[in-house]
Nanobody, 122 residues
Protein backbone atom coordinates (compact mmCIF):
# COMPACT_ATOMS: atom_id res chain seq x y z
CA UNK A 1 0.00 0.00 0.00
CA UNK A 2 1.37 3.37 -1.03
CA UNK A 3 0.48 6.40 1.05
CA UNK A 4 1.20 10.04 0.34
CA UNK A 5 0.96 12.98 2.71
CA UNK A 6 1.09 16.62 1.70
CA UNK A 7 2.15 19.54 3.86
CA UNK A 8 3.29 23.12 3.55
CA UNK A 9 0.13 24.88 2.47
CA UNK A 10 -1.16 28.04 4.04
CA UNK A 11 -2.37 31.58 3.58
CA UNK A 12 -0.05 33.79 1.55
CA UNK A 13 -0.30 37.20 -0.05
CA UNK A 14 -0.19 37.63 -3.82
CA UNK A 15 3.39 37.45 -5.01
CA UNK A 16 4.38 35.24 -2.12
CA UNK A 17 5.96 31.80 -2.04
CA UNK A 18 5.49 28.43 -0.38
CA UNK A 19 7.16 25.07 -0.51
CA UNK A 20 4.76 22.15 -0.61
CA UNK A 21 6.05 18.77 0.48
CA UNK A 22 4.87 15.28 -0.32
CA UNK A 23 6.01 12.38 1.82
CA UNK A 24 5.74 8.92 0.31
CA UNK A 25 5.21 5.84 2.40
CA UNK A 26 6.58 3.00 0.31
CA UNK A 27 9.61 0.79 0.18
CA UNK A 28 11.29 3.16 -2.24
CA UNK A 29 10.45 6.32 -4.12
CA UNK A 30 12.91 5.58 -6.90
CA UNK A 31 10.51 4.02 -9.38
CA UNK A 32 7.46 6.21 -8.79
CA UNK A 33 6.61 9.20 -10.89
CA UNK A 34 4.95 11.72 -8.58
CA UNK A 35 2.78 14.64 -9.55
CA UNK A 36 0.80 17.47 -8.10
CA UNK A 37 -2.71 18.42 -9.07
CA UNK A 38 -5.01 21.01 -7.58
CA UNK A 39 -8.71 21.36 -7.06
CA UNK A 40 -10.49 24.65 -6.48
CA UNK A 41 -14.18 24.94 -5.56
CA UNK A 42 -16.33 24.97 -8.65
CA UNK A 43 -13.41 24.30 -10.97
CA UNK A 44 -12.12 21.23 -12.73
CA UNK A 45 -9.08 19.44 -11.44
CA UNK A 46 -5.92 20.92 -12.86
CA UNK A 47 -2.70 19.01 -13.41
CA UNK A 48 0.10 21.17 -12.04
CA UNK A 49 3.39 19.32 -12.33
CA UNK A 50 5.02 15.93 -12.24
CA UNK A 51 8.47 14.42 -12.04
CA UNK A 52 9.55 11.05 -13.37
CA UNK A 53 10.77 8.13 -11.34
CA UNK A 54 13.72 6.46 -13.00
CA UNK A 55 13.74 8.89 -15.93
CA UNK A 56 14.48 12.66 -15.88
CA UNK A 57 11.00 13.75 -16.98
CA UNK A 58 9.31 16.91 -15.77
CA UNK A 59 5.98 18.42 -16.71
CA UNK A 60 4.44 21.78 -15.81
CA UNK A 61 0.96 22.97 -16.56
CA UNK A 62 0.77 26.10 -18.67
CA UNK A 63 -0.60 28.23 -15.84
CA UNK A 64 2.36 27.52 -13.54
CA UNK A 65 5.31 27.42 -15.94
CA UNK A 66 8.09 29.70 -14.77
CA UNK A 67 6.61 30.04 -11.28
CA UNK A 68 6.56 26.51 -9.87
CA UNK A 69 9.48 24.10 -9.53
CA UNK A 70 9.20 20.42 -8.74
CA UNK A 71 12.01 18.36 -7.22
CA UNK A 72 12.52 15.07 -5.43
CA UNK A 73 14.78 13.55 -2.81
CA UNK A 74 14.64 9.79 -3.23
CA UNK A 75 16.71 9.16 -0.13
CA UNK A 76 14.15 10.99 2.02
CA UNK A 77 11.23 9.73 -0.10
CA UNK A 78 10.04 13.31 -0.55
CA UNK A 79 8.79 15.35 -3.49
CA UNK A 80 8.65 19.13 -3.29
CA UNK A 81 6.78 21.81 -5.16
CA UNK A 82 8.25 25.26 -4.79
CA UNK A 83 5.57 27.76 -5.67
CA UNK A 84 6.49 31.39 -6.34
CA UNK A 85 4.77 34.57 -7.46
CA UNK A 86 1.48 33.20 -6.22
CA UNK A 87 -1.75 34.60 -7.61
CA UNK A 88 -5.29 34.47 -6.23
CA UNK A 89 -6.17 31.99 -8.97
CA UNK A 90 -3.63 29.57 -7.49
CA UNK A 91 -5.94 29.15 -4.49
CA UNK A 92 -6.86 25.47 -4.28
CA UNK A 93 -6.28 22.24 -2.44
CA UNK A 94 -3.05 20.76 -3.71
CA UNK A 95 -2.68 17.00 -3.87
CA UNK A 96 0.32 14.83 -4.63
CA UNK A 97 -0.25 11.54 -6.37
CA UNK A 98 1.41 8.67 -8.12
CA UNK A 99 1.20 9.49 -11.81
CA UNK A 100 2.23 8.66 -15.32
CA UNK A 101 4.50 11.55 -16.24
CA UNK A 102 5.64 12.82 -19.60
CA UNK A 103 7.02 16.15 -20.72
CA UNK A 104 3.63 17.12 -22.15
CA UNK A 105 1.09 15.65 -19.73
CA UNK A 106 0.52 13.77 -16.52
CA UNK A 107 -2.04 11.12 -15.74
CA UNK A 108 -3.08 10.62 -12.14
CA UNK A 109 -2.66 7.07 -10.90
CA UNK A 110 -4.11 5.07 -8.06
CA UNK A 111 -2.78 6.87 -5.00
CA UNK A 112 -3.02 10.43 -3.70
CA UNK A 113 -2.98 12.16 -0.37
CA UNK A 114 -5.48 14.21 1.60
CA UNK A 115 -4.29 17.49 0.16
CA UNK A 116 -2.97 20.76 1.55
CA UNK A 117 -4.84 24.04 1.23
CA UNK A 118 -3.15 26.99 -0.45
CA UNK A 119 -4.96 30.30 -0.16
CA UNK A 120 -3.63 33.38 -1.91
CA UNK A 121 -5.26 36.53 -0.65
CA UNK A 122 -4.38 40.01 0.51
Amino acid sequence: QVQLEESGGGLVQPGGSLRLSCALSAFTLDYYAIGWFRQAPGKEREDVSCIGGSEPTIFYGDSVKGRFTISRDNRKKMVYLQVRDLKPEDTAVYYCATVQCSTSYMRVGSYWGQGTQVTVSS
